[in-house]
């Protein structure tokens, strides 16, 4: 463990006013993935301001961070991490002003679906069923059903470390493309995202989220822990069936299985580690391109 005192203190002084934290806190139980080691610091800011503080404090203690949503997209290392996991699950709350919802950036996307939903507000009912957060969302532009977050964000606020100031982007300097952001890669924490959606009719959207939700269930082995797609999709082709059309539907590597409803998923059945998942997806990889000459990308980001 990698312990600051200057940080542990800084921490314990604001621990229930405007953050809660725990030291050495399992990852597993914070990622749909169900994988992960321990992480030294475990750190949940209820405002921005919260935010900002826990990572400057932990700069200057020389602590590493990194911030996540719902651990949905994730794959945590399972040796831990060494430093501080700063997730963004309470800073929540949703307000709807016209045609516009604002949104915090730990808000289930969810929840956000559901309220347009509610204010008869069209244009996120793709986004209903995914497990991420706003903010992890907008970071990897997540999308479905021909829907994307790309085509219905206005603009983000977000928080630049390197100058401590809390910072607007409109969608175009969002640099948004195929599962990508500006934020992919950047040190920025996305605080909150404003969506301009359409008026529609509330009981249509509604069939329309029942509908995607059901499709889900059926194609997605949802009773299973995950951390959805692990491929992007190859231009032309859905990598899903080139791995199905390879023959690797069921092939195991320890506790982590490549599911046989939906060839995309590597399943959790069970003690799976990160290397199990890891030697999957370079096995994977190698077969692909043996097989087809392409090569696809990792849509989860491992984080170690
Ligand atoms: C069963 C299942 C189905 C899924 N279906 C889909 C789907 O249809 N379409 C799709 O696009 N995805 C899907 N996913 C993947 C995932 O749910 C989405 O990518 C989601 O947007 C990730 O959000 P998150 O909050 O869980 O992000 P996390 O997994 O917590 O984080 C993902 C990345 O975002 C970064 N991040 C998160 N929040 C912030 C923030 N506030 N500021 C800066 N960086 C941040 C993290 O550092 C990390 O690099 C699915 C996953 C599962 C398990």
């Not at 399992?26 to 992480?39: D, E, Q, V, Y």
């Not at 301009?196 to 509908?211: P, R």
């Not at 491929?231 to 982590?256: H, M, N, Q, S, V």
């Amino acid at each position: 463990m990698s312990y600051s005192k200057a940080f542990a203190d800084f921490l314990e002084s604001r621990n229930f006013k405007d953050l809660e934290y725990k030291t050495n806190e399992s990852l597993a139980t914070h990622c749909t993935f169900k994988i992960g080691g321990n992480a030294d610091f475990w750190i949940l800011p209820k405002t921005y301001t919260a935010a900002k503080d826990i990572i400057f404090a932990a700069n200057e203690s020389n602590v590493r961070c990194t911030v996540i949503g719902n651990g949905s997209n994730i794959l945590f290392s399972s040796e831990g991490y060494r430093g501080a996991v700063i997730c963004t699950s309470k800073l929540c709350g949703i307000s709807v002003k016209g045609k516009e919802i604002s949104c915090k950036a730990g808000t289930p996307l969810s929840r956000l679906a559901a309220s347009a939903m509610k204010s008869s507000l069209t244009g996120l009912e793709w986004a209903y069923g995914i497990p991420g957060s706003v903010g992890g969302a907008v970071y990897m532009n997540a999308g479905a059903y021909e829907g994307e977050i790309s085509a219905v964000l206005k603009e983000s606020e977000y928080f630049d470390p390197s100058d401590g100031r809390i910072k607007t982007l409109t969608n175009a300097e969002h640099s948004f493309s195929y599962r990508h952001s500006v934020f992919i890669g950047s040190p920025y924490v996305i605080l909150k995202s404003v969506f301009a959606l359409n008026s529609g009719d509330a009981v249509e959207i509604k069939a329309k989220m029942d509908e995607l939700m059901a499709k889900r269930r059926e194609k997605q082995p949802l009773e299973y822990p995950s951390a959805g797609s692990v491929f992007k999709r190859y231009p032309g082709f859905y990598t899903a069936r080139l791995i199905d059309e390879a023959g690797l539907k069921g092939y195991r590597i320890g506790g982590a299985e490549i599911s046989t409803k939906h060839a995309g998923f590597i399943i959790n059945t069970g003690g799976a580690i990160s290397d199990d998942v890891l030697s999957l997806v370079e096995l994977i990889k190698e077969k692909i391109y043996k097989l087809y000459n392409i090569k696809i990308e990792t849509e989860i980001r491992y984080i170690v």
